[in-house]
């Protein structure tokens, strides 16, 4: 019997298994296919709107560009230290200058600035989020004083934002030797005050909701607040609190690259605005490449997130998918 049945659920597994990869590789097939058929339909100024060909294409000079400037980099910093020991070999008390390579910023450069921006926006966001939440769900008068102001301040797009944002900055960020660009910080906090409502709320609704039996016990044994929080209503609220972080993560990123392009920052979003700009026969490949980024970028952050979740979370059935 046991013989019989061994090798059964062991086909059965493996079929299950070939299944959840095969779906999602159809689905990805059928969708550069039908991007493939469409665009060769689509005629634009600067020509036919890119496949998925052109745009793997042009995704490899970009590769290639990158690998160049970092090649450019390395021979600048080797002509200026043979040129430093040089003066130093005439002259061991000269001053010698070491100055930073000042090359144009790759595709790949602009995705690590994106990343640096978003994680710093998004962490900011959650240090005011989770801590407001928790306090909101454990005392339901300010949650009812603070719910309109929530909700009136939730749906309030950056584009309305970043004027407000970049002028009290470039008010307030005044030094000469600043430890951040006035960029980089326009864009954090844009990215910080649309990103912070959903885990605000998630966190808010998660602790408001907790199990009653569980503040029974913490009351039984007579907990102090710190640790009622910290054994009781986290662990309660975790499943709610990496919904609203997961939601959060995906603004952020949204929110961010939309503040680039329209800020001129540094970023993929700058990286977009300069090739619609700049027009030329490669740009919408090029621009398509940064799109297609965007979204792996995204659908990455988001499983790191759900990753994250299925480790610190009691549910797992709330952070299977």
Request: aromatic content about 6%.
């Amino acid at each position: 019997m046991n013989s019989i049945t061994l090798p059964r659920l062991t086909a059965l597994f493996s079929l299950r298994q070939l299944s959840r990869t095969l779906i999602p590789l159809l689905g990805i097939t059928g969708f550069l296919l039908m991007w493939h058929l469409l665009a060769a339909q689509v005629t634009t100024s600067l020509g036919t709107l890119p496949g998925p060909v052109q745009t793997g294409q042009q995704f490899s000079n970009l590769v290639q560009e990158h690998q160049a400037e970092r090649d450019r980099e390395r021979a600048f910093y080797d002509r200026q230290i043979a040129r430093n020991l040089a003066i130093k070999a005439e002259n061991p008390d000269a001053k010698v200058r070491v100055r930073s390579f000042t090359g144009r910023p790759t595709f790949f450069d602009q995705i690590v600035t994106s990343l640096k921006t978003v994680a710093a926006g998004f962490v900011l966001a959650m240090a005011i989020a989770i801590p407001a939440g928790i306090a909101l769900g454990l005392n339901g008068k300010l949650y009812q004083a603070m719910n309109p102001v929530v909700q009136l301040l939730k749906p309030v797009s950056p584009l309305a934002w970043l004027p407000l944002v970049t002028i009290v900055v470039s008010a307030l960020y005044v030094s000469p030797e600043p430890l951040v660009s006035k960029s980089f910080l326009i864009s954090l906090v844009t990215v910080t005050l649309c990103s912070l409502w959903p885990m605000l709320i998630n966190t808010a609704v998660g602790v408001a909701n907790m199990d009653k039996d569980l503040i029974n016990v913490s009351k039984m044994l007579r907990l102090s607040s710190l640790t009622h929080v910290r054994q009781i209503v986290l662990p309660s609220a975790i499943p709610m609190i990496f919904t609203g972080m997961r939601l959060s993560l995906g603004v952020a990123w949204m929110v961010l690259i939309a503040a680039e392009m329209l800020a001129q920052n540094p970023g993929l979003g700058k990286f977009v605005w300069d090739e619609f700009q700049n027009g030329s026969s490669d740009s919408m490949a090029r621009i398509m490449v940064a799109v297609v980024v965007i979204g792996l970028i995204g659908y990455l952050l988001d499983r790191l997130m759900l990753a994250l979740q299925q480790q610190l979370s009691w549910d797992k059935s709330s952070a299977s998918r």
